[in-house]
């Protein structure tokens, strides 16, 4: 059974950082991208970024270039989030989300809240 | 980006009747693949997102027959045959054809 379970959530005051993780199981960890999509309170989901299984490439969110950064390790089979120079409007539960075969999101985790406010 | 349109975002159904929901995508995702990378999660109240649908029409395992998917192109639509009380929720379509990925608003579905 594919297992993904987020940590490291919190609250954090602006301009503050703060590190997700997510602990895979299930599957082999190193085949599948893996991504991390937020929601906001009462709002949709928006995807923010993603990280391939042999870390070769990664992508952003513009909303997110330049603050965040995501990575793994395969070793471990866990998936990261740093999050620096945050802001009020990063405020969200963040779920950190399997690729499947394909290039669709297939398995989600529960979420972490992160609360950014002074 | 490629902007996902949904209608209509709300959606109140009586409980055994049918429920559609539209999508529609600011450009093509048939990607040069061959494939056109359309995908439905359901999102039940205080759950987590859960892929319904990928590819325009193939359900995902576990997903019950009463869930389906057709379109191409730009326009897309999920349908359920008879809604159960299970199928309470928000639906998002999303697009997986390039990056950014991304949704639509969200149609919640309701019963009446």
């Known amino acids: 059974e594919v297992q993904l379970v987020e940590s490291g959530g919190g609250l954090v005051q602006p301009g503050g950082s703060l590190r997700l993780s997510c602990s895979a199981s299930?599957?082999?960890?190193?085949?599948?991208?893996m991504h991390w999509v937020r929601q906001a309170p009462g709002e949709g989901l928006i995807w923010i970024s993603q990280?391939?299984?042999?870390?070769?490439?990664?992508k952003y969110a513009d909303s997110v270039k330049g603050r965040f950064t995501i990575s793994r390790d395969n070793a471990k089979n866990t998936l990261y989030l740093q999050m620096n120079s945050l802001r009020a409007d990063d405020t969200a539960v963040y779920y950190c989300?399997?690729?499947?075969?394909?290039?669709?999101?297939?398995?989600w985790g529960q979420g972490t809240l992160v609360t950014v406010s002074s | 980006e490629i902007v996902m349109t949904q209608t209509p975002l709300s959606l109140p159904v009586t409980l055994g009747q049918p429920a559609s929901i539209s999508c529609r995508s600011s450009q093509s995702l048939r990607h040069s693949d061959g494939s056109t990378y359309l995908n439905w999660v359901q999102q039940r109240p205080g759950q987590p997102p859960r892929l319904l649908i990928y590819?325009?029409?193939n359900r995902f395992s576990g997903v019950p027959d009463r869930f389906s998917g057709s379109g191409a192109g730009t326009d897309f639509t999920l349908e359920i045959s008879k809604v159960e009380a299970e199928d309470v929720g928000v639906y998002y379509c999303?697009?997986?054809?390039?990056?950014?990925?991304?949704f639509g608003q969200g149609t919640k579905l309701e019963i009446k």
């Open positions: 990280i391939a299984g042999d870390e070769s490439f990664t």
């Open positions: 299930g599957f082999t960890f190193s085949s599948l991208w």
């Open positions: 989300a399997r690729g499947g075969i394909g290039t669709e999101i297939d398995h």
């Open positions: 999303t697009q997986a054809k390039e990056f950014p990925y991304t």
């Open positions: 590819k325009i029409s």
